[in-house]
């Protein structure tokens, strides 16, 4: 298992998960791509969700570059309009990530799109084998699995909470 295969598997992972969100539930990102000034219906934001769903299952199924690369440019997208939406001052109630009223865009997602976009620009360059070929190796499947659905749910977390406001702390502090 080579260090990059936890969080690639990570960000192919939350792309399944944001991808079928937005197929379901369109509107919210709708309505930020719309603020943004990029007209969108939708169904394009439906045929986004379904290009993030399949990008992120090849990149976690099967071997290649293509899909890391795929991967890459999704995320790199991403970081870029968030970044136009923060460099605008667009008032976002939310970024529509993962296809709901979450949290407003901030330069958390910024970073963790960019991070994700790098490791996987790096497993592209580097033609890392896909998880999944790792996992049913056997060679360090338990901590491939666990590592990066740990990732994943803390990223998660990240892109869809307010850690910054008042009383935000999950305790209720």
Do not use: N
């Amino acid at each position: 298992m080579d260090a990059l295969h936890v969080p690639l598997a990570a960000a192919a992972g939350l792309l399944v998960v944001s991808g079928a969100a937005k197929l379901a539930r369109p509107t919210t990102t709708t309505r930020a791509l719309r603020v943004v000034g990029i007209p969108a219906s939708d169904g394009a934001v439906r045929g986004l969700g379904g290009i993030e769903a399949i990008v992120g299952l090849g990149t976690l199924t099967i071997a290649g570059r293509w899909w890391s690369a795929a991967t890459a440019l999704l995320y790199f997208g991403f970081a870029t309009f968030v970044v136009v939406a923060l460099w605008r001052g667009t008032p976002l109630a939310s970024c529509g990530c993962f296809g709901a009223a979450d949290t407003p865009p901030t330069l958390v997602h910024v970073g963790i799109d960019a991070g994700l976009g790098a490791v996987a620009a790096l497993a592209a360059a580097d033609d890392l084998a896909a998880p999944l070929e790792v996992v049913t190796d056997g060679d360090g499947a338990i901590a491939l699995v666990l590592g990066s659905l740990a990732l994943g749910a803390l990223l998660y977390l990240a892109l869809t909470r307010d850690l910054t406001r008042q009383g935000s702390h999950p305790t209720g502090e």
